[in-house]
């Protein structure tokens, strides 16, 4: 008798291998996700002239670029991102990108054809971004010894999560993690089964987008004005 595979709980932990075939599509897939909007920026951006007013299109990306990077964030991150979520069954993929958007959103900006800045302020504030985005996703693979979706935000689930008891080594001191290392079952799937899909994508998808986009908004003071940096700037 051959008995039926269930699917895969909603952001249930499932542990695999690095060399996994699991591991390897999700590396592919984090690599290339974003493809849709650098393939949208670079034809705005090298298509479009600066005043252009040819096209609904080149006169929105070049006349209103928070708008612009909007419109990306919400088609490629909250629509797409969702989408491969509930194929997957797991928000995973929000995760590593929550600290690679906004430098990303920052080079959105200083590369606009319309933008004019103070080359020590924004290479200021971009070494900055990269320098955040750097350290938050050593701390995002660490945590995921190193691989790719095995697990989404803990915080998405109403269930405490567990906890890895295992000690670890930290510059020759012995200390546990401070971060779970495994997480339950999302409680929220399972108690509104039929209007998850809806719920995720706000709560998952729409709702990361005022944070990242508004987090990165002194990214685009920084490249539209041109006063010199002065000490006011810290």
Known sequence: MSSSVAPPVWGEYVAHSHA????????????????????????????????????????????????????????????????????????WLIDPYWTLIPPLLGH??????NARFNEARSALALALLWVWCLRLSHNYFRREEWKFGQR????YTKVPPCRDTRTYKVHG???????????????????????????SFLAVGVAQQPMLVGLTLPA?????????LCWFDG
């Not at 959105?108 to 054809?113: A, E, G, M, R, V």
């Not at 989404?152 to 915080?155: A, G, Q, T, V, Y």
């Not at 685009?220 to 010199?228: C, D, G, I, Q």
């Open 108 to 113: 959105l900006y200083q590369l606009h054809p």
């Open 20 to 91: 996994s075939r699991k591991n390897l599509t999700n590396a592919l897939l984090c690599l290339c996700v974003l493809a849709p909007s650098l393939v949208a920026t670079w034809a705005a951006y090298s298509l479009c002239s600066p005043n252009s007013q040819d096209t609904a299109a080149c006169s929105f990306a070049m006349g209103h670029p928070i708008a612009f990077a909007n419109l990306l964030f919400f088609f490629n991150v909250s629509l797409l991102f969702w989408l491969i979520g509930l194929a997957q069954r797991s928000f």
């Open 152 to 155: 989404e935000d803990w915080r």
């Open 173 to 199: 001191t012995k200390r546990q993690p401070t971060l779970p290392l495994t997480s339950s079952p999302s409680q929220m799937a399972k108690d509104m089964p039929r209007s998850w899909p809806l719920v």
């Open 220 to 228: 685009y003071a920084v490249h539209f004005v041109e006063a010199p």
